[in-house]
């Protein structure tokens, strides 16, 4: 099975802040890596796949890049809707996994 | 719109058996591959089983293998997740989601729509 690492677990950020998350996947998954915004009690929304293609409706203001086994997901400018748990997941190989979520919080 | 609804879930004692259910509405159900995903009180998701577009081929979680079956009815564009020998560590929110793809295994495979989930809890 390939793992999925995310770092870091969770920070503190302040609005207008840029932020970045990092994932790492334990064997080579090319570019296929999607990233989700999960906020509390709701289920998870679907942001970026093949690593760096946003989905329709998101806003410019993510951005993902990465290929091989390093990714990042960037906030370019924090903004209050965005604090949630982002979650990596590759589409590589089955079982599907995921990261173990960062949760992003007010500073 | 685009909409998964799950139902079936509840308070189940450890060894019995729960069936759910996603019903599917604003897309063409039969072009999609779908997934069933869980995520355990205040956890992280984790993918339970796929099946294909067709439902030719299923794949497990090694956690669930032998216990859950995957199946769906395209004709009524409904999921369904048979659960069997349930065990406390299956106490979740379970999730049904899209693939955009056709293929049960096809690289690339993400999920695109999720729905609200159904809550399952396993306790005697």
Known sequence: DIQMTQSPSSLSASVGDRVTITCRASQSISNYLNWYQQKPGKAPKFLIYAASSLQSGVPSRFSGSGSGTDFTLTISSLQPEDFAIYYCQQGYSIPRTFGQGTKVEIK | ?124
């Not at chain 2, 159900?29 to 205040?42: K, L, S, T």
């Not at chain 2, 079956?69 to 560590?89: C, F, G, H, P, Y």
């Open chain 2, 1 to 124: 719109q685009v909409q998964l609804v799950e139902s079936g879930g509840g308070v189940v004692q450890p060894g019995r058996s729960l069936r759910l259910s996603c019903t599917t509405s604003g897309f063409t159900f039969r072009n999609n591959a779908m997934h069933w995903v869980r995520q355990a009180p205040g956890k992280g998701l984790e993918w339970v089983a796929v099946i294909s577009y067709d439902g030719s081929n299923k794949y497990y979680a090694d956690s669930v293998k032998g216990r859950f079956v995957i199946s769906r009815d395209n004709s009524k564009s409904t999921l369904n997740l048979q659960m069997d020998s349930l065990r406390a560590e299956d106490t979740a929110l379970y999730y049904c989601a899209r693939d955009p793809d056709i293929a049960a295994a096809g690289i690339g495979s993400a999920f695109d729509i999720w729905g609200q989930g159904t809550m399952v809890t396993v306790s005697s």
